[in-house]
């Protein structure tokens, strides 16, 4: 069946396009919009260049970058489907690293947009391609949730980093050697805010633990003993100059502050995510360590399960896949993991599992 290639790079202002025919000749580039009409001129040609040419089979690529590429893809796929069974389309979403790859292999190729959609069209002509995009807009609205919960997760993660080491310039003794299980628990984070070092040495023994359980409603088994370690802590800590006091604290009020929002964020993510949960017959729940939101983000990265071929292949996409090193009668034990993979999927693989 004769065959025309469509190699588009995307970028946010603008799409070049590459068309090729299935031998590998080039049949037409340009450049069009990124917006409805851009996208309409590029059906246009497209349909005008196959019907010239006599091309009944339609491959069509794009790097998976994710915001830039989302709405081309879809758009194409829908208006496309119109046109069967006179043209048969399909829409590939190729995985940037492996076009890098593939580009490597032509030493002398310049880096510019043309070359690149280019390269694509002819990645797509060589095969070895994924499956073909499929409409799935109800896993893509659940990722939209489970991603923007990993980056939040992970903004929380690096702010608290941040929050721990203002902390040693407030209370090195508390950095060091916290008593309390958490650093980040309620009573915990009473002592960083409302209380220093010089407070909690010249506070009396039954004042501190008063305090102490207050704070932490009654749930400290030894609240004596926590109170006498917090001052021994307290005297051995270095003190900071008036100077350095009011900035320090206001540095971890701001960054607490921003901890606490972004927490109540997550709560509001998850919550969306456990309704959209209830529309999918899943039975990933039943697992010990994975609830809605583990499962959500699970069941988003990975999609249609028959895309694997067995669990080495997905265990390959969440790069939790380690590299083999052989030679003749010799193999390494040792290998390292191979870095490579959806992050976010084994990102929840690996929360479930911890």
């Known amino acids: 069946m004769s065959q025309m290639l469509v190699g588009i790079d995307v970028s946010m202002r603008s799409h070049h396009v590459q068309f090729m025919h299935g031998e590998g000749h080039s049949l037409a580039d340009f450049s069009v919009s990124n917006d409805v009409e851009g996208a309409n001129t590029l059906i246009q040609k497209l349909l005008k260049t196959a019907e010239k040419n006599q091309l009944t089979q339609l491959k069509i690529g794009m790097e998976s970058t994710d915001q830039y590429s989302w709405h081309l893809a879809h758009y194409l796929k829908n208006q496309l489907q119109g046109y069967a069974p006179l043209f048969q389309t399909a829409v590939f979403m190729l995985n940037a690293r492996k076009v890098a790859r593939f580009k490597k292999g032509y030493d002398t190729l310049p880096k510019n947009d043309r070359i690149d959609a280019w390269v694509i069209a002819d990645h797509l002509r060589f095969g070895r391609l994924p499956y073909e995009m499929q409409e799935t807009l109800q896993h893509e609205a659940l990722r939209r949730l489970t991603r923007t919960r990993f980056h939040m997760m992970h903004e929380i993660a690096r702010n608290k980093t941040y929050m721990m080491n203002q902390l040693f310039l407030k209370f090195s003794g508390l950095r060091q050697d916290n008593p309390f299980s958490n650093t980040f628990g309620t009573t915990s984070l009473a002592v960083i805010e409302e209380l220093d070092p010089e407070m909690i040495a010249e506070m009396p023994l039954e004042e501190l633990v008063e305090f102490l359980q207050d704070k932490g409603k009654n749930r400290f088994a030894e609240p004596e003993e926590i109170a006498k370690y917090l001052q021994k802590l307290a005297r051995n800590s270095y003190r900071l100059d ?113």
Do not use: C
């Open 242 to 354: 008036k100077m350095m006091a009011d900035p320090v604290n206001l540095s971890l009020s701001v960054i607490l502050s921003t901890i606490r929002h972004m927490e109540a964020q997550v709560k509001r993510l998850d919550k969306e995510i456990e309704r959209m949960m209830k529309g999918f017959t899943q039975t990933l729940t039943s697992v010990k360590g994975i609830g809605p939101v583990y499962a959500a983000g699970l069941l988003s990265e990975i999609g249609d399960i028959k895309r694997f071929d067995d669990h080495h292949a997905l265990a390959k996409y969440a790069g939790l896949v380690w590299s083999q090193y052989q030679s003749g009668e010799y193999e390494s034990e040792n290998t390292h993991r191979v870095r490579t993979g959806n992050k976010y999927l084994r990102y929840y693989l690996v929360q479930a599992a911890d």
